[in-house]
């Protein structure tokens, strides 16, 4: 399997690898740049939602990205309810909350998402890739 791909069934016996999708969501246009940016470079398909509410209707319209990156802040009311509707609906997303206030993010977590992953700024851009590509 090469990086940043994911098996998926065609017909019987036989088996296509596919770039893992990434939807970015990040009020802030130049940070949200910068991660596409570097995402694409190393293989990802990747797609910006500039906050939750139009995070989730990019889910809802399809097709269905493999992970959900997301920066969260205390400021930002709402999050934990999109989070939460969007869990219910697709409870095999992946979804990763990048946050510079991880006790903020770990209430995100606990009540929205139970299994979603926590990245905190500054950004650990290799073990945000550890988690994309499916790893701890």
Same mark, same amino acid.
């Given at each position: 399997m090469t990086r940043c791909a994911i098996q998926q069934p065609v017909l019987a016996g036989v088996v296509i690898e596919r770039p893992v999708s990434v939807l970015v969501v990040d009020g802030e246009p130049k940070t949200a740049s910068v991660l596409v940016k570097l995402l694409r470079v190393d293989g990802f398909v990747v797609e910006?939602?500039?906050? &939750? &509410?139009?995070?989730? &209707?990019?889910?809802?319209?399809?097709?269905?990205?493999?992970?959900?990156?997301?920066?969260?802040?205390?400021?930002?009311?709402?999050?934990?309810?999109?989070l939460r509707r969007i869990h219910a609906r697709h409870p095999t997303l992946r979804l990763v909350l990048v946050t510079a206030?991880?006790?903020?993010?770990?209430?995100?977590?606990l009540g929205a998402a139970p299994g979603c992953r926590i990245v905190t700024k500054p950004l650990d851009y290799a073990g945000l890739l550890r988690l994309l590509d499916g790893g701890a």
């Open positions: 910006v939602a500039a906050d &939750a &509410a139009a995070a989730e &209707a990019r889910v809802e319209r399809g097709p269905r990205p493999d992970v959900l990156v997301m920066d969260v802040s205390p400021a930002r009311a709402g999050e934990v309810e999109t206030h991880p006790q903020v993010a770990e209430r995100l977590a």
